[in-house]
């Protein structure tokens, strides 16, 4: 199973931060990327991040560059997301999934998504 799993969310006022995990223990960080994507309510899933390998940088949705950021720790098998600067349109479930690659041309199938975790951030 590649299903990874996410944790950190809640609920914070605006100008704070999070950080958001997600688990990879069902595959080694070399076979799949993992993505990060959010979906905010009545709005479609965007992706804001993937890592390919922990030996590559992350790449980063040109909205999000600046504020959110993307490390490792391979002891883990965990990839964090650190939301900075929160806004209440950042309000969104965020997902992370298993990518085959990062180059867009693939989206991760069902089976290769984690559940989600709710981020709402007040005015």
């Known amino acids: 199973d590649v299903r990874p799993v996410e944790s950190g969310g809640g609920l914070v006022q605006a100008g704070e931060s999070l950080r958001l995990s997600c688990v990879h223990s069902?595959?080694?960080?070399?076979?799949?990327?993992i993505g990060w994507y959010r979906q905010a309510p009545g709005k479609e899933r965007e992706r804001l991040s993937c890592?390919?390998?922990?030996?590559?940088?992350?790449t980063y949705t040109d909205s999000m560059k600046g504020r959110f950021t993307v490390t490792t720790d391979n002891a883990k098998n965990t990839v964090y997301l650190q939301l900075n600067s929160l806004e209440p349109e950042d309000t969104a479930v965020y997902y992370c999934?298993?990518?085959?690659?990062?180059?867009?041309?693939?989206?991760?199938?069902?089976?290769?998504w984690g559940r989600g975790t709710l981020v709402t951030v007040s005015s």
């Open positions: 999934a298993a990518e085959i690659d990062c180059s867009g041309r693939y989206y991760p199938p069902t089976g290769f």
């Open positions: 890592i390919d390998s922990p030996d590559d940088p992350p």
């Open positions: 069902g595959f080694p960080f070399d076979e799949y990327g």
